[in-house]
Each structure stands twice: as structure tokens, then as C-alpha cells.
């Protein structure tokens, strides 16, 4: 079997990864979700109104993660770095805490990341033509894009741990639905642990750590009391960015690197 680069392993990643997220949004909108209603609410829509354009917006969110897989462009890629940035500002402008934005940073952070990667032209044609697979890149572009994921990597993470500090509702639904009494002091070790998680990332990536890192991130986000599959599915930014990164550190990939963490994630 053919080895691919890494160069090529982190764009199937990336643009997977991104498709992934706005077809599980864009599913929401479909099966209609209420809160989305907080969001629209910012923009003086009432809630008739909103449930009337969720299913349209979720419809054009599933088309364009599915492009993306498709035929991808750089189009696509930027805008969905632009929505994934206003769905995630929309919560703490409807009243959320602003970790409810950083910690969604993979939405807006796998696309960009694939930009990154792909490179950006400043021609308008270019945004309309098929991305195509990277060869090797130079170790300075490698460095930049590791640099990008580190950072989305350090806020999905923080973000993430912020909520469990401040005892976010539903992710104290979800220790209490899998058996935890103290759910408040689950979610003070899980909040510590993931901004320990998040710093390390930041300051030093460490290949095996960040293995194990992933592998929480993928098993943690499993455990949402309704749609878990759908909830799963959208955020698959963030698991898509810290397997990119991954694959940026220690210079190369191999087959066995790959088998490794598809063993562990099983």
C-alpha cells in the first residue's frame, strides 16, 4: 500500500474533519434545535420565524459539508471558516459564556488550517478551483500550519475545560447519566485536566500525550444526552485538529504511526 505524506494525511483530515462538523450542524437545523432560537434572537428574529429558516439553514449546511467532500474549492473552505466563526460569536452575544465560543474553535479552525495548508492566492479565480492534494511542503509552511493548529488546539480544549469549571448544565447531565454522584467535582477534574491538556499543546506538543488527547476528545464528546451521534458529528473540528497536528509533529508519518492511533482510538 502506498504511504502517503503527512502533507496529504493532514489535508484528508482537515477537509473530512470540516465536512463533518457542518453536516452534523446543518442536521440540527433539520430536526429543529430550540436554543437555536437564543441565536437567531440576536438579529430580532422572533421564534415562528426561526423555526421556519432553521431547516433551510441546516439544509445548506449539509450541501456545503458535502461539497466540501465532493469537489472541494477554496470558497467553500473560507466561508465555512466565516460561519463557523459567526455560529460560534452567536452564543455569548445571546448571553452564553464566552468559552462557548473558544471552545467551538475546531468549526471555524479545521478549514482555516486547510487553507493554511492549500495555500491562499489572491486572484478570484483560484477561490473557485478544486483544492488539490499537497505534495511535500516546505518546513517553513509546516510550521506555520502547526503553529495555526496549536492554537485551535489550545482554545477547543480550554474552552472546553472553562465550561466544566463553571459547571455547565449539560455537561453535568452527562456524568450524571453515566453513573457519577459528585458530578460537580467530576467536572472541576475533567475542567483542570483539559486546561492542563490545552497548555501543554500551546507551550510543547508531545506526540504520544497528544495521542491520548485525541482519544479523550473523541471517547468525552460521545456522552451527550440527546442526538449523541449528531452532537458527535459536529464536533469533529476539534478531533480533526488535533489529529492534524499530530500528524505535523516529529517530521513524518509512517504506516505504523497511522495503525497505531486508529488501534487506540478503537
Known amino acids: 500500500m502506498k504511504i502517503l505524506l503527512k502533507e496529504q494525511y493532514i489535508y484528508y483530515t482537515l477537509r473530512i474533519a470540516a465536512a463533518m462538523c457542518f453536516i452534523g450542524h446543518g442536521t440540527f437545523g433539520i430536526i429543529i434545535k430550540p436554543i437555536w432560537c437564543n441565536y437567531f434572537a440576536v ?8 423555526y421556519q429558516l432553521m431547516p433551510i439553514l441546516g439544509t445548506i449546511d ?12 477554496r470558497a467553500i473552505a473560507g466561508w465555512l471558516v466565516i460561519w463557523g466563526l459567526i455560529t460560534a460569536s452567536l452564543r455569548p452575544l445571546s448571553g452564553e459564556p464566552f468559552a462557548e465560543l473558544i471552545e467551538r474553535a475546531g468549526n471555524f479552525g479545521a478549514p482555516l488550517a486547510l487553507l493554511v495548508l492549500c495555500g491562499v492566492e489572491y486572484n478570484l479565480s483560484s477561490w473557485f478551483k478544486k483544492l488539490t492534494v499537497p505534495g511535500s511542503a516546505r518546513p517553513d509552511k509546516v510550521k506555520k500550519l502547526q503553529l495555526v493548529l496549536r492554537y485551535v488546539a489550545f482554545l477547543l480544549l480550554a474552552g472546553h475545560g472553562w465550561l466544566n469549571l463553571a459547571d455547565k448544565k449539560s455537561l453535568l447531565q452527562q456524568y450524571t447519566s453515566l453513573g457519577f454522584h459528585n458530578t460537580q467535582q467530576v467536572a472541576l477534574i475533567a475542567g483542570l485536566t483539559e486546561i492542563a491538556m490545552a497548555l501543554l499543546v500551546l507551550i510543547k506538543p508531545i506526540k504520544p500525550l497528544l495521542l491520548v488527547f485525541i482519544v479523550w476528545k473523541v471517547s468525552t464528546e460521545l456522552f451527550y444526552p440527546h442526538w449523541e451521534a449528531f452532537e458527535w458529528l459536529e464536533r ?10 499530530w500528524f505535523t509533529l516529529d517530521g513524518g508519518t509512517t504506516a505504523n504511526e497511522v495503525k497505531t492511533f486508529q488501534q487506540a482510538a478503537v
Open 43 to 50: 438579529f430580532g428574529i422572533g421564534h415562528g420565524t426561526a
Open 236 to 245: 469533529a473540528g476539534s478531533y480533526g485538529t488535533l489529529l492534524a497536528l
Open 62 to 73: 449539509i450541501l456545503i459539508g458535502l461539497s466540501l467532500l465532493v469537489y472541494p474549492v
